[in-house]
């Protein structure tokens, strides 16, 4: 799964905390800023904010951060850096968190590699599933 969409969906449940709430909101921001609020994107993140459980919606969310290589932004880069570390802070997605990670130097994106094996049905926030 590509990092955006993995944030995205390791932080929802935890939005309690003012520091990581303002951190999404800050890279929801910038997308919206970059891309519009009609665009595609941004449409594709509220219908997953309404319905973070839907394995459909975050295929889209996936497919639309993709098409327009939100990734690949540095100002994206940026605003998903604050979040990661603001979840990490505050222990929110853990297992997925750990597995994003940004490669930035100098203010470049020089790779992010994504949480592949995140599945909605098996994230946890908390307390380790129960085998």
């Known amino acids: 799964m590509e990092p955006i969409t993995a944030a995205i969906l390791a932080v929802l449940p935890g939005l309690a905390s003012d520091a990581v709430k303002?951190?999404?909101?800050?890279?929801?921001?910038?997308?919206r800023r970059k891309w519009g609020e009609d665009a595609p994107i941004a449409k594709a993140i509220t219908a997953?904010?309404?319905?973070?459980?839907?394995?459909a919606q975050a295929g889209v969310l996936e497919e639309k951060v993709v098409a327009v290589k939100a990734a690949e932004d540095p100002e994206v880069a940026k605003a998903l850096r604050q979040l990661l570390e603001q979840m990490?802070?505050?222990?929110v997605g853990r297992e997925a968190v750990?597995?994003?990670q940004l490669n930035i130097s100098g203010g470049v994106v020089?790779?992010?590699?994504g949480a592949e094996n995140v599945q909605i049905?098996?994230?946890?926030?908390?307390?380790?599933?129960?085998?």
């Open 22 to 31: 303002g951190a999404y909101e800050g890279l929801k921001a910038v997308i």
């Open 48 to 55: 997953l904010e309404q319905d973070p459980q839907s394995k």
């Open 88 to 91: 990490k802070a505050h222990g």
């Open 98 to 100: 750990a597995k994003i």
């Open 110 to 113: 020089q790779g992010i590699a």
């Open 121 to 131: 049905t098996t994230m946890t926030f908390g307390t380790p599933p129960k085998e």
